[in-house]
C-alpha cells in the first residue's frame, strides 16, 4: 500500500534516466578514452581534458561565450524589466501585447536563423541595402564586428520577449497596495521602483537570469544557420566548438571532454550568479 | 468510537512538531485543539485523519490500529479553513458528490434526500440550486461543512474552519455548531488558535504545547483547572493575569508578598510552603471593582479602557506589569488613575514558579473530581 | 491632522449595463478633527467601497469628498496626504525598520536630525525602539503591521489614516496587545481615523464613533454606548453586541389601556416612557433587550416568581469571558440568550426563571426602534 506512489512515479524515472542519467554517464566514460575510426579506444585518463583545456580554439571560443552572455544579459533583463513595466496592466491592449511578444518565441530557432540569414544577404538581404544607403558597408561573412553586433541583436529580438513574459508576470503579482503605500509615502517613481517593483521581482529575475544564462551558453542553431561560426572563428562559441569537435572532427573522446568542461562551466556560471542575487539587495541597512 | 493516540512523533528537517503527543479523545466529543498559529495543530489533525504519516507512533480508532488503512477506506470528513467546493457545481451537486463518488452505491432517492437532510440541518436548504461563488462566505463554508458531513462520517476534522468569516457569522456559526454537534454521533476534532471558539463550542479541549499535549480535559475543567501556566494564560478572555508572588505566614496571617511589599491575603488557600516564591494566577473576570471587597484591595493604574456594550476591558498598570480586568458594566474612569480592585485569594490560582504547574486552586472555583487520565501531561 | 467629510456619496459599480449593482448609496458622514472613527458592517456592505473612495482610489459616481473643508474628489491618493494601513503589512523589506519608518520623511526632503528625533518618538509610543535596526521580514505581521502604521503617522502633514482590517493578519493572542498601541498612538497624535472592520469588537474598542453600513447604507453613526443602548432598528440591536439583543416577536394587548407586550401566554410591561408612543393597533412588533440585561434566576419551588417567566435552558456557552444561556420561554417557541458570570453553575435542561427590567426594554415596530419623544 505505502509504495504505491512510487510505482507512479516510475515511468517518469524510467524516462528521465534514459534521457538524462545514462547519456551523462556514457559522455564521463567516452571523456576518458580516445576513440579514432577504425581502431579499438583505449583508456587515456584526463589527456583529452588537458588537451581542450589547452587548445586555443577552445580558449577562444570560451573567451567568446562569456563576452557573448554578458553582453546578452545585460541588455536583454534590462530591457526586458523596462518594456514589462511600460507594457498596460489592463484592457484590450494586454492580449496584442503579448501576441507581439509571443510571436518571437513560437519560431524554431533554425528558421530564426535563416529569417536573419535572408535579412543579411548581401544580394536580397534588408540590412545591407539599409546600411549602403547611409554610406556604410555591411558585410556579415567578412566583418567581424558585423557578425557579432548581428548575432547579438538577433537573439536580443528573439529572447527578450520571454524576459518580458516572465517579468510582466512577476509584476503583475506584486499587490497593489504596496504602490498605493508608495504614493502616500511621497516616493518617486525612481524609488518606488527601487524599493517596491525590484524588491518584490527578486525571484522572477533570478529566473530570468538564470533562463537567458543557460540559454546562451547553450546557443547552437541560430549562428550556426546565420554565420556559420565566422567569419573566420569569429562567431564560433562553445556549442558550435563542441559539436564540431565531436561530429566533425570524428574525435568523440575529446568531443565528450568538452561537453563536460560546458556543462561544469555552465552550472558554476549559473551557481554563483544564484548566490550572488539571492543576497543582492536582502534586507539590512538599507539607504540611511 | 472514540480516538487514542500513543507516543506520535513527527519532524520537519530539525524541527521537532510533534514530540511524544498521548491523547485521548472521547467518543462523540466535540474536542478542540488549542495553540498559538504554527505549534503543529494542522499537522497532528492530518496525522490524526490518515492524510500525513507521523514519524513514530500509532493512531487508534475505536481501539483499532489505523496506521496502515488509507484515508479513503476511513470513515472520516475533513473541513479546511480555505471553504474548498468544487466552483462549476451548484450547491446541491458539491453536497451530493461525496456520495456519488463513495464504493457503496447510493440510489438517487437517498442522495436526494440526504441532501435535503443535510441540507436543512445547516440551513442552506434555499441556496440549493445556486452556484458557490454566488452565496455568501458564511453559507460556502457551511456547504464546505456540509459536504463532509453528509457522509455521515464517524469522525470529523476542522482545521480553524471559522477563520475567514465574519465576525457575525463567526458567532452564529460557533453556536450552531455547538447545537449540532451535541446532537451528532460524530466525533469531532477542531483545531483553533482562538481561545473563544474553543470555549464557546467544545465538550473538551487539548492544549498543544511545545510538541506536546499538555493537557486534555473536559472543557469545564480545562478552564476552571488549567494544571499548567501555558494553559491558564491561554484559555481565556481576556488572559489570565499573573504576577510573581512569595508565600508567607506569620502573626498577621498567611500572605502573599509581591515585587514592592504589598501583601495580599491568602485565605484558606493550602499546600503552599512559606518562603518559597510562586506565580499568582487570577482571571480578570474575578477582580471586583470596589474598595471593601473580600480579600486585599490593590490600586492598579489605568492606561486603557475598551469598552463594547455593557461591559469594559481595563488594561492597567500593575507591578511593572499589563493586568486586565473584565468588568460586567461600562467603566468611565481617567486613563492614569488608580483603580481600585478587589482580589478574593478564594478565586486564586498557585502556579510552581519554576515549573508551571499548578499548586493549589481558590475554593470559591468551581471543583472537579482530580480524576487524572493516563494520557495526559 | 484634518476633519474629513463624506457628503451625499453614491457609487455605481458597472452603471447602465445588466450588472449595474449600487455599492453606496447617499452617504454622509463628518470624520472630524482628531476623532477615531470605525466603519462596521458584513462583507458585502459597501464599506470598502466608500474607504477606496475617500482614499482616492476610486471617483465616486456621485458626491464629494471634502477634506478640511477643500474638495479633493478629483485628487489622486498622492496629493490628499490620506494614509493607510493595509489588511496585510506593507513593508519595504529592502529596508530596516528605520530606512522604513524614514522612508516617507526622507522623500519629503526633511532633514536627518529632524526624521532621526521624529523616529524616535514613534518608535517609543509604538514600543518598536528596539527593533529599529531588525530586517522587517524576520519581525512577523504584527510587528511590521506596527511599522506600517508608524509610516503612516510619521509625517506631521498627514490628514487622516485609513485602517482596512488591520488586523487580519494578526495571531489572536496577539490582538490585545497591538490593538491598545495603535489606540494610545491614535490619541497621542490625535489622528483623524477611519477603520474599516467586519468586527465589532474592534470597532467598538477603537472608536469613538461607529457607522454600520448594510447593502450600501449608513445606518446608523453614533457613539458605541448609543449603539448599544439605543439601536435605531432591529438590525443595529442585533448586530452590535456578541451575542445580539434578542429580538422576540409579540402581540399587543390592552391593560387598563395601556398597552402590554404579550409573548404566548407571558405578558411582559414595555417602559412607562414608550408607552405613549405605541399604537395598541400595531402588528409587526417586537420587543428587544439585551442578554446582558435579562435577569436570570435558578427556579426554586419556595420562592415566589411572579416577575420571572419560566423558562428552560437548551444551551450553555462560553463567549468573550461570560457565559450564555440559551433558554426556551415555557409553553413557547420563542429563545431568549442571557448572559451570566463565568462561573456561574447551570446546566443544560435546568428550569429558570427570566425577568426583563422595563427599563431594558427596547421597543420596535416594523423593525425601526419607537422611542420616548
Known sequence: MKQRPWLFLLPALLLVSLSAFIPLITVINYSQLTILPGTEPYFAGLENFVAILEDEAFQGALGRQILFSFLVLITEIPLGLGLAICMPKEGPWVGVCLVLLGIPLLIPWNVVGIIWRVFTRSDIGVLPAFFDWFGYSYSISSSTF?????????DIWHWTPLVVLICYAGIQAIPKEYYMAAKIDRASPWKTFRYVTLPNLRGVLIIAVLLRLMDSFKIYAEPFVLTGGGPGSSTTFLSTYTSRMAIGGFEMGRGAATSLIYFFIVILFSFVIYIVMLNLGQGAGGDQ | MGIRVENLHKSFGTEKVLDGINLEIPDRSFFSVVAPTGAGKTTLLRILAGIEPADAGTVYYDGQDMTDVAVQTRSVGMVYQKFINYPSLTVRENLASPLQVSDQNHSQEEIERRVQETAEMLQIDHILDNLPEEVSGGEAQRTAISRALIKEPDYLFMDEPLANLDYKLREGLRSDFERLFSEQDTTVVYATPQAGDALAMSTHIGFLHDGNIIQAAPRDEMYFRPRHLPVAEFLGEPPMNVLPATFNEDNTGRYFELDDGTHLEAGSLSALSPGTEYLLGFRPQDMTLTENGAGTTIHPELSFVETVGSTSTLHMHFQGKEIYALNEDPVHRKTGSAIPFALDPEKFYVYDSESGDLVAAGEQIPSFSQQHSPFDG | MAEVEVRDIRHVYDPGTPDETVAVDRVNMTLEDGSANALLGPSGCGKTTLLQIISGLLTPTEGSILIDGEDVTELPPADRDIA??????????????????????????????????????????????????????????????????????????????????????????????????????????????????????????????????????????????????????????????????????????????????????????????????????????????????????????????????????????????FQIITAYLDETEVAVKARVAHDYAIEEGASIGLRFPPDDIQFFHQEQAIRAS
Not at chain 3, 414595555?270 to 408607552?275: G, L, N, T, W
Not at chain 3, 442578554?291 to 462560553?318: C, F, H, I, R, W
Open chain 1, 146 to 154: 558585423d557578425a557579432w553586433w548581428t548575432v547579438l541583436v538577433m
Open chain 3, 84 to 321: 493607510q494601513v493595509f489588511q496585510f503589512p506593507v513593508i519595504y523589506d529592502s529596508m530596516d525598520v528605520y530606512g522604513n519608518l524614514a522612508f516617507p520623511l526622507r522623500n519629503g526632503g526633511v532633514p536627518e536630525a529632524e526624521i532621526e528625533e521624529r523616529i524616535h518618538r514613534i518608535a517609543d509610543l509604538l514600543e518598536l525602539g528596539d527593533l529599529l535596526h531588525s530586517n522587517p521580514s524576520n519581525l512577523g505581521p504584527e510587528l511590521n503591521q506596527l511599522v506600517a502604521l508608524g509610516r503612516g503617522i510619521i509625517r506631521a502633514d498627514t490628514s487622516a489614516i485609513l485602517f482596512d482590517e488591520p488586523m487580519t493578519d494578526v495571531e489572536p493572542s496577539r490582538k490585545l496587545t497591538i490593538r491598545r498601541r495603535v489606540k494610545e498612538a491614535q490619541q497621542e497624535f490625535n489622528i483623524t481615523a477611519l477603520y474599516v472592520t467586519h468586527d465589532q469588537h474592534e470597532a467598538l474598542t477603537f472608536a469613538e464613533k461607529v457607522a454600520i453600513m448594510r447593502d450600501g447604507t449608513l445606518v446608523q453613526y453614533d457613539t458605541g454606548e448609543n449603539l448599544y443602548q439605543n439601536p435605531v432598528n432591529t438590525f443595529i440591536g442585533h448586530f452590535i453586541g456578541s451575542p445580539g439583543m434578542n429580538l422576540l416577536a409579540c402581540d399587543l394587548t390592552r391593560q387598563d389601556g395601556a398597552p402590554l407586550a404579550q409573548i404566548g401566554p407571558h405578558s411582559i410591561a414595555v417602559s412607562d416612557a414608550v408607552h405613549s408612543e405605541i399604537d395598541p393597533d400595531w402588528t409587526d412588533c417586537q420587543i428587544g433587550i439585551r442578554p446582558s440585561s435579562v435577569v436570570v434566576q435558578k427556579a426554586n419551588p419556595g420562592e415566589s416568581t411572579d416577575d420571572y417567566l419560566p423558562a428552560t435552558v437548551t444551551q450553555v456557552e462560553m463567549v468573550g469571558g
